[in-house]
Antibody, heavy 121, light 110 residues
């Protein structure tokens, strides 16, 4: 089955760190650019970060630049998001998403179910 | 990286057509034909409905169509059905290889 499964979410204190994982299966993970998208409770979708197929190029939203790091392990078919210096406003469901386009144009054709990150003291 | 502008809500009766607008700038929607649309039902992950302005992924009903003029993209749903009631989001590729979403539109089928 073609799917993405996120894990690693939870409750963390402000200033803390968390690493999210996204396990891919059912498709050739190493061929696709991948993204993280988040959604605060009751709010809209917000793009967070993307990584190209071989992991050599990354981009970030201004709101997380310098605090979050996206990476991937194609041998393990897994995408990661290392989140440091977490703030209350980072509280959200974090989705990993596959990009349909070869050059990462932001066409998210496969999504995971999401993992909830709560930043609170 | 400012969010694209969508109406907060739209509504229509079964069988009618509705259009949701998505306004960006010359740095995103106006510059690239890399606009996509997503449908999200409560508690579910988003679903890709339209990509590259007007292309439908396999399995998406042809009642959904997309277009773009200048800095504004649009999603039209014809022959509204009860199951179309959901939140809809547009997104666009933007400068520096980033992506920006719209604030979302809640579609109510009356």
């Amino acid at each position: 089955e073609v799917q993405l499964v996120e894990s690693g979410g939870g409750l963390v204190q402000p200033g803390g760190s968390l690493r999210l994982s996204c396990a891919a299966s059912g498709f050739t993970f190493s061929s696709y650019w991948m993204h993280w998208v988040r959604q605060a409770p009751g709010k809209g979708l917000v793009w967070v970060s993307r990584i190209n197929s071989d992991g050599s190029s990354t981009s970030y939203a201004d709101s997380v630049k310098g605090r979050f790091t996206i990476s991937r392990d194609n041998a393990k078919n897994t995408l990661y998001l290392q989140m440091n210096s977490l703030r209350a406003e980072d509280t959200a469901v974090y989705y990993c998403a596959r990009d349909l386009a070869v050059a990462g144009r932001g066409y998210f054709d496969l999504w995971g179910r999401g993992t909830l990150v709560t930043v609170s003291s | 990286q400012s969010a694209l502008t969508q109406p907060a809500s739209v509504s229509g009766s079964p069988g009618q057509s509705i259009t949701i607008s998505c306004t960006g700038t010359s740095s995103d929607v106006g510059r690239y034909n890399y606009v996509s649309w997503y449908q999200q039902h409560p508690g579910k992950a988003p679903k890709l409905m339209i990509y590259e302005v007007s292309n439908r992924p396999s399995g998406v009903s042809n009642r959904f169509s997309g277009s773009k003029s200048g800095n504004t993209a649009s999603l039209t749903i014809s022959g509204l059905q009860a199951e179309d009631e959901a939140d809809y989001y547009c997104s666009s590729y933007a400068s520096s290889s980033t992506v920006v979403f719209g604030g979302g539109t809640k579609l109510t089928v009356l």
